[in-house]
């Protein structure tokens, strides 16, 4: 996938060595495993090439199936479905697929998946685009207690 085609806007730090900005976000979505098995999560930070979804047990199982804790960081492809504003909707759908990079467990009963980007229809290109180019920023600002930049 080409990332060139998405906004660059700033990072969330100046120390920032990620090749594209991360931005925290707060957006509910679907993900589903190959298998079709799907599970609520959450998107806590995204980026033009890749997102980080949290969740509980039920969500890892759902991305990892066949749990092994060795298998952890194993690349397992998702569909991942959400909604973001835009300068045209409200609510905004995007498809995309994914692949897991990472799973981490917070807390108990609570896990972090980091997830690459793998592809996406150009609708949905669209819409994440038109996201991080008009919205992201003043959402992560939002998250971390900050004022929304102008």
Known sequence: ?????????PGQSGIEQRREPRYKTRLACMVKNASG????????????GGFQVAGNFQLMRTVFPHFK?????????????????????????????SQSVYCRR?????????????????ESEKVLSNFIQHFAAQHSAVLNGLRPPR
């Open 106 to 122: 917070v807390r108990g009963d609570w896990f972090h998946i980091g997830c690459q980007l793998v592809e996406l229809d150009v």
């Open 69 to 97: 804790r060795a298998a952890l960081n194993d690349a397992i492809k998702l569909s991942v479905d959400f909604r973001v504003p835009t300068t045209d909707k409200v609510a905004a759908s995007v498809h995309l697929l």
């Open 37 to 48: 098995d799907s599970c609520p999560g959450l998107i806590t930070n995204l980026s033009s």
């Open 1 to 9: 996938m080409n990332n060139s085609k998405f906004p660059k806007g």
